[in-house]
């Protein structure tokens, strides 16, 4: 988090001289597809820390899995990266919108959940 707000700092103040930072990149990853790719970042990212050994174990590559994906490279997704961070409004808006994605993914997960366990107290009383 802190981190993510350095960055917002250095960039605003960079920008304030008006001037345009980073060019853009010739190969510019789309906004879409790149909210795509940062959402499944997000998601890998917390699978690695609830169960590190099972990505270890299946020798799970986070990054190669993304290029594989969306079929770039790790120069592509650096400079595209680096071009939207260079622009803190629309680097925050693609992070809102994986936000957004993420609750309403949390919010289908709950209630898969909470349907499960009534249909499990069901059986129960059936029986």
């Not at 099972?54 to 071009?83: G, H, R, T």
């Amino acid at each position: 988090m802190m981190r993510k707000i350095f960055l917002l700092i250095t960039f605003i103040i960079l920008f304030s001289c008006g001037e345009e930072v980073i060019e853009k990149p010739v190969n510019l990853i789309s906004k879409e597809k790149m909210i795509d790719i940062l959402h499944d970042l997000a998601i890998i990212n917390a699978a690695k820390t609830t169960g590190p050994r099972v990505m270890e174990d299946k020798n799970f590559a986070p990054m190669q899995f993304i290029y594989d994906k969306y079929e770039i490279d790790s120069i592509q997704f650096v400079s595209s990266d680096l071009y939207y961070a260079s622009r803190p409004l629309e680097y925050e808006d693609i992070y809102k919108k994986i936000e957004e994605r993420i609750i309403k993914q949390k919010e289908g997960f709950e209630k898969q959940k909470e349907k499960k366990k009534d249909s499990l107290d069901q059986e129960k009383e059936e029986e």
